[in-house]
């Protein structure tokens, strides 16, 4: 079945640093979302990206994050100077459209020290 | 107030009984989704549904659009069901909103 991979699965960086979190999509997907997840707490929209542009971010999603298709696979988050409140565990999803099911990475678990 | 509200919040049960956890939403959706997340933290979609009832194995889901409900069934549940159960909502866009879940336990 296929499958959405991220890497790495875990990264500790030094407050104020830069992260890049990776993704690769399932091939024939179209639509591209970043979600997180703060230990203990539900589940959030970041952004959903389709046709190379952003089509929805949240107000999470401020100055400090953006993404990025660098290539036909890569699917990439960055956070540009992470504060310890970014700490969280970092999801990737695709879906065929919109309208489909999506499905999920094995998530990416950030921790700002 | 959330947009996803789920109950019971946590759940524990013994093998073989059946399960039911419940969803209220309290806008107009144009999907609902249940999920299940393991305790490594990796997600799984097990349903999408915008009307009626959909089956999978030992798992049914349920929607009642003008109740804006619905509800996840396991049937004969076992131990490697344990897991957080998880709703979202399709409100505009193709974003989803999350519930904060049920931890469900089945014990042997």
Not at chain 1, 47 to 66: C, M, R
Not at chain 1, 79 to 108: P, V
Not at chain 2, 7 to 15: I, V
Request: charged share 20%; with cysteine; glycine share 8%.
């Amino acid at each position: 079945e296929p499958e959405v991979t991220q890497t790495p699965s875990h990264q500790v960086t030094q407050m104020g640093q830069e992260v890049i979190l990776r993704c690769v999509p399932i091939s024939n997907h179209l639509y591209f979302y970043w979600y997180r997840q703060i230990l203990g707490q539900k589940v959030e929209f970041l952004v959903s990206f389709y046709n190379n542009e952003i089509s929805e971010k949240s107000e999470i999603f401020d100055d400090q994050f953006s993404v990025e298709r660098p290539d036909g696979s890569n699917f990439t988050l960055k956070i540009r100077s992470t504060k310890l409140e970014d700490s969280a565990m970092y999801f990737c999803a695709s879906s065929k459209d919109g309208n489909y099911g999506y499905t999920f990475g094995s998530g990416t678990r950030l921790t700002v020290v | 107030k959330n947009e996803v509200e789920q109950s019971p919040q946590n759940l524990t049960a013994q093998e073989g009984e059946f399960i039911t956890i419940n969803c209220s939403y309290s806008v107009g959706i144009s999907a609902l989704h249940w999920l299940q997340q393991h305790p490594g933290g990796g997600i799984v979609s097990l349903f999408m549904l915008s009307s009626g009832k959909k089956k999978h194995g030992r798992l049914i889901a349920t929607i009642n659009i003008q109740e804006k409900h619905s509800s996840l069934h396991i049937t004969a549940s076992h131990p490697r069901d344990s897991a957080v159960y998880i709703c979202a909502v399709r409100i505009s866009g193709s974003r989803l909103t999350f519930g904060e879940g049920t931890q469900l336990t089945v014990n042997p």
